[in-house]
């Protein structure tokens, strides 16, 4: 089974630039999350989507972030503009189905630099 | 609001010895307890997890977990680490929030 696909791997951008972000769930996941990890801090959820639809964007920077995801499949994260302490690792998570008893599934995270 | 505290930053053992991770959250209703660990180079991925029932659970490369209600704990264990358990563990909680809630993360290393 293929796991949970992001792009690019690495991105390095000098502030107020823009970025965005992909990520392919793995296939039939209903629901598909982004998280934003800090150095030295645990993952934080920035937003969930079940299908196409948003469930929760509470923690989503809204003046800067944004997020879709077409077709209920794949999904984009864009900043713009990006600020230096937009810097962290981007990692997209998918699950069956939104419920706290699903087992969320991780891709390798974008790093993103911002100077 | 849920969070989680995972009080040692970065554990340094020797292969064999025993390791214990402390993990504790502040929720006081129905909780479903997680623990990930991210090896070097690689994404996170789940090492155990407790939803209900026997508060003892086990997961993946020997590593277990115990569920203690009154102390709002979650700790992790393993009796005897090897070097291929370096890695960032992490304590994670859905709690009245469906979200996960992650703690700050554990650093391990083991020397061989």
């Known amino acids: 089974e293929a796991g949970v696909a992001q792009s690019p791997r690495y991105k390095i951008i000098e502030k107020r630039q823009s970025v965005a972000f992909w990520c392919n769930p793995i296939?039939?996941?209903?629901?598909l999350y982004w998280y934003q990890q800090i150095l030295g801090q645990g993952p934080k959820l920035l937003i969930q989507?079940?299908?196409?639809?948003?469930?929760?964007d509470s923690q989503l920077p809204k003046d800067r972030f944004s997020a879709e995801r077409l077709k209920g499949v794949d999904s984009t994260l864009k900043i713009q503009p990006a600020k230096l302490e937009d810097s962290a690792v981007y990692l997209c998570?998918?699950?069956?189905?939104?419920?706290?008893?699903?087992?969320?599934?991780f891709g390798p995270g974008t790093r993103l630099t911002v100077t | 609001a849920q969070s989680v505290s995972q009080h040692n930053h970065h554990v340094i053992l020797s292969e064999a010895a025993s390791l214990e991770l402390g993990c504790n959250y502040s929720?006081?209703?129905?909780?479903?307890l997680f623990w990930y660990v991210q090896y070097p180079g690689q994404h996170l991925q789940l090492l155990l997890k407790?939803?209900?029932?026997?508060?003892l659970v086990k997961g993946i490369k020997g590593f277990e977990a115990e569920f203690i209600k009154s102390k709002f704990s979650f700790n992790l264990r393993k009796p005897s680490v090897q070097w291929s358990d370096t890695a960032e563990y992490f304590c994670?909680?859905?709690?009245?929030?469906?979200?996960?809630?992650f703690g700050s993360g554990t650093q391990l290393t083991v020397l061989p």
């Open positions: 998570a998918s699950s069956l189905e939104g419920g706290r008893n699903y087992e969320q599934y």
């Open positions: 929720y006081g209703g129905t909780v479903n």
């Open positions: 407790y939803f209900s029932g026997d508060p």
């Open positions: 296939s039939g996941h209903a629901t």
């Open positions: 989507f079940q299908n196409n639809g948003v469930v929760d």
């Open positions: 994670a909680v859905t709690g009245s929030a469906r979200q996960l809630t």
